[in-house]
Each structure stands twice: as C-alpha cells, then as structure tokens.
C-alpha cells in the first residue's frame, strides 16, 4: 500500500497482514490518495479526505485478477518455409512428367539449409523419369558406339549406363548439394520472368558462373564451377582410358556441363515456365 498527500514529494509505504488489513499512523489531516497493488491483481486506487483528529477507516476494496494480454504470432520460420517451398519445387515438371526441381519462381525464396540441398539433389538424382532418361542416353551412345572399350550388346548398355548415371549422380550431388552446402550457397535457378529477352537471356547464361548466396546476395557460383570440374575428374575413373585424354578430357568435359547449364538456365526462363503446370509461388521469405 502506499499513501500519497497533496504537497508531498514521496509516498508513504506499508504492507497488509494475512487478513488484508493495514493501517498508517501520524497521518496529517487532509486529502489522500491510496494504491493498493498485489502481485498477479489489477491494482485498485482509493481517494479521501482525513479530518482533524479523526481515525479514517477505508471501506471493503477489492482487488481483481489483472488482464492479461497474450499475442500470437501466427507464422512459419525460415526453416518451416523452406520445408513447404522444396516440397512444392518437388512437384514441378515439365509436361508434369520430366523433373524440374532446381527452379524457384519465389525471387525471394527462403534459404536452404543443408538438409534441403541434399533432399533436392537426391530426389533429382533418383527420380525415375531421371533413370530412364539415362537408358535413353546409354542407348544412343552404344549406336553411336560411343566408349567402343565398352563393347556392344547387354555388357555393353550396362557399362555406358552406369557410367552415364554415376556422372549425372556425381555432378548432382555434388554440384548442387556438398558444395553449396560448405559453400553456403543456393544450388536453384531462380526465375527472373521480367524485362526485355535479351536481358534475361544474359541473366540465364550468366547462371552457370553467378549463384545466389545463402545470404540472399550474388555472387560467383564457385559449387557449379568446382562441382563440374570435380564430376569429370571422377569420370576419369571409370570411363575407358583409349576414349579419354588425360586433363584435356576434364577441362573439355567441365567446359560441355558448364554450357549445359547455360543452356539449361535459357530454357528455364523462357520455355520450361510455360511447360511447367505446378509452379511453387508460395510465400516470400521476409528480410
């Protein structure tokens, strides 16, 4: 409790007993104010005016249980978001059946953590129309006898098509999940939709060598560049050594998939939108 007089600078103080009562002595004629105030209740004020040698006593005062105000945020975090945003990506394909998951039509799409880079990478790589897409590629390489150390027939097809697939898997894994993830950087092709042609055609060749960091900013796509120079050195282990030539073989190979993403990034922003049924625009993520 404390007692405020008109002309005081401070208050006076003091505490109830167990039965809530209380009292303050030598108290100076005149007008008063009391604050009764109680852990957990709305704190109640009472005003009188102390007579001349009268003994004032304060009617019953109640005191109620304080409002409480309770805010809700109603959200998902940068992770949550992500989660729902790749899970959405998972369902875009081309003429709803070829795979096109490295594509955000988000520009401000949430970051990836790790996890997500690596979910991506493995649904790409493992997705079947991805399998059969490299029986198709096997096949026109054992007519094209391209690698003869293979040879022809079943044995053959076998080779050409695990060695197709161990280089699209390689490059996949690690071009687009081990090292954005040490790198801290977006593996996706982010949709810029806007502008005269030109401009986005410079903007989608420009993808091979410029990625967007986890930070939201731009910068040299090094996991692209490093990925496919690291896909075709391990190419170098298993494709025939009379069909290979040493570092000309990598650098001439990391050169081809490097176009191939060019490529790729052209018909990501000009055709593939317009082929592509289910596209992700959910949720921006906020700055």
């Given at each position: 409790?404390s007692?405020k007089?008109?002309?005081?600078?401070?208050?006076?103080?003091?505490f109830?007993?167990?039965?809530?009562?209380?009292?303050?002595?030598?108290?100076?004629?005149?007008?008063?104010?009391?604050?009764?105030?109680?852990?957990?209740?709305?704190?109640?004020?009472?005003?009188?005016?102390?007579?001349?040698?009268?003994?004032?006593?304060?009617?019953?005062?109640?005191?109620?249980?304080?409002?409480?105000?309770?805010e809700?945020?109603?959200g998902l975090?940068?992770?949550?978001?992500?989660?729902v945003?790749?899970?959405?990506?998972?369902?875009?394909?081309?003429?709803?059946?070829?795979?096109?998951?490295?594509?955000?039509?988000?520009?401000n799409?949430?970051?990836l953590?790790p996890?997500?880079?690596f979910?991506?990478?493995?649904?790409?790589?493992?997705?079947?129309?991805?399998?059969?897409?490299?029986?198709?590629?096997?096949?026109v390489?054992q007519?094209?006898?391209?690698?003869?150390?293979?040879?022809?027939?079943?044995?053959?097809?076998?080779?050409?098509?695990?060695?197709t697939?161990?280089?699209?898997?390689?490059?996949t894994?690690?071009?687009?999940?081990?090292?954005?993830?040490?790198?801290k950087?977006?593996?996706?092709?982010?949709?810029?939709?806007?502008?005269?042609?030109v401009?986005?055609?410079?903007?989608?060749?420009?993808?091979?060598?410029?990625?967007?960091?986890?930070?939201?900013?731009w910068?040299?796509?090094y996991?692209?560049?490093?990925?496919?120079?690291a896909a075709?050195?391990?190419?170098t282990?298993?494709?025939?050594?009379?069909?290979?030539?040493?570092?000309?073989?990598?650098l001439?190979?990391?050169?081809?998939?490097?176009?191939?993403?060019?490529?790729?990034?052209v018909?990501?922003?000009?055709?593939?939108?317009k082929?592509?049924?289910?596209?992700?625009?959910?949720?921006?993520?906020q700055?």
């Amino acid at each position: 409790m404390s007692l405020k007089r008109e002309g005081q600078t401070s208050d006076t103080e003091t505490f109830s007993d167990d039965d809530g009562q209380f009292y303050f002595s030598n108290v100076a004629p005149g007008s008063f104010q009391l604050t009764i105030t109680s852990a957990g209740l709305a704190s109640q004020q009472f005003s009188g005016t102390l007579n001349p040698g009268e003994s004032y006593l304060t009617p019953l005062i109640r005191l109620t249980i304080a409002t409480q105000v309770t805010e809700v945020h109603v959200g998902l975090t940068l992770d949550e978001l992500a989660d729902v945003q790749i899970k959405e990506q998972e369902n875009q394909r081309v003429l709803g059946i070829i795979p096109n998951f490295y594509v955000s039509y988000v520009p401000n799409a949430a970051p990836l953590a790790p996890k997500h880079k690596f979910e991506l990478a493995w649904r790409s790589a493992t997705d079947p129309v991805t399998l059969a897409g490299v029986g198709v590629l096997a096949g026109v390489e054992q007519a094209a006898d391209r690698w003869g150390a293979y040879g022809q027939g079943a044995q053959g097809y076998a080779k050409r098509y695990g060695a197709t697939y161990v280089n699209i898997f390689s490059g996949t894994l690690i071009g687009g999940a081990v090292l954005p993830s040490l790198l801290k950087q977006d593996p996706r092709y982010f949709y810029k939709g806007r502008g005269s042609k030109v401009s986005r055609i410079l903007y989608a060749m420009g993808n091979s060598v410029i990625c967007k960091g986890d930070n939201g900013k731009w910068q040299p796509n090094y996991s692209n560049v490093l990925g496919s120079f690291a896909a075709a050195g391990i190419a170098t282990f298993y494709y025939p050594a009379n069909d290979r030539r040493g570092s000309s073989f990598v650098l001439s190979t990391a050169l081809i998939r490097l176009g191939e993403t060019s490529l790729a990034g052209v018909l990501q922003e000009l055709v593939f939108p317009k082929l592509t049924p289910k596209r992700s625009m959910r949720g921006q993520a906020q700055p």
